[in-house]
């Protein structure tokens, strides 16, 4: 297996491919954030080890980027930040898995086996609500067979919808799981957004997909 290791520290940097290279795997460094971030958008690894706090580009940053862009290598960020504020952070940024520091070996290497070993699982990449299509990969929204154009804060926003097609989505859930915000009864940032994609998705066809839920939310369906 080919892991990228982003790490900043050089002894831990050191100790970790040690070992990931005694557990039989080949481990390529990268010393912050920014040089991760190329390297896992252009290196076909299997696995991605990402420290949380790192030079030019934080971790987080990284995981989003990387998802934004259609990256789907499975990522294990590490971090002493583990309370479940930031472990949640970093799961909904795009991460698979959040292990905190101080760690064992055994534990890190069980994990980076468990991603790699659930690759081959299959993966959702295409959503669909009724004549409503986003493909996560090629990160394209298309509606009756027209391509719409989202910006990547719309895109996010549709995708959660999309994959709670039918149910109704709180505005604090949307918070939570788009904005990574806490919640706050006073923000529009929320109405804003979903006003502009209402335009984009719905507006120059017969049968409306997004609904609200007065009092309650937002619901995606045909």
Do not use: C
């Not at 100790?15 to 971030?37: K, M, P, Y």
């Not at 995981?63 to 479940?84: F, Y």
């Amino acid at each position: 297996m080919r892991v990228l290791l982003v790490e900043d520290d050089a002894d831990m940097a050191e100790n970790l491919r040690a070992s990931l290279a005694a557990d039989e795997h080949e481990v390529e460094i990268a010393r912050d954030g920014e040089q991760g971030h190329s390297m896992a958008a252009n290196g076909g690894y299997d696995v991605i080890v990402l420290d949380r706090m790192l030079p030019k580009k934080l971790g987080v940053s990284v995981v989003r980027e990387l998802r934004e862009q259609g990256v789907s290598t499975p990522v294990l960020i590490l971090s002493a930040l583990h309370d479940e504020d930031h472990r949640v952070e970093g799961l909904n940024a795009g991460a698979n898995d959040y292990l905190g520091k101080p760690f064992s070996t055994r534990e890190l290497l069980a994990r980076v086996r468990a991603l790699w070993h659930g690759r081959d699982r299959d993966v959702q990449t295409r959503l669909q609500v009724g004549d409503l299509e986003m493909d996560l990969l090629a990160r394209t929204v298309k509606r009756n067979g027209k391509k719409l154009d989202l910006q990547p804060r719309e895109f996010r926003l549709l995708e959660y919808l999309m994959r709670n097609s039918g149910q109704t989505v709180t505005r604090k859930m949307l918070l939570e799981n788009v904005w990574d915000y806490h919640f706050d009864p006073q923000t529009n940032v929320i109405d804003v957004h979903i006003s502009r994609l209402r335009s984009k998705i719905d507006r120059d066809f017969a049968q409306s997909l997004l609904h609200t839920v007065r009092g309650s939310g937002y619901r995606l369906e045909a």
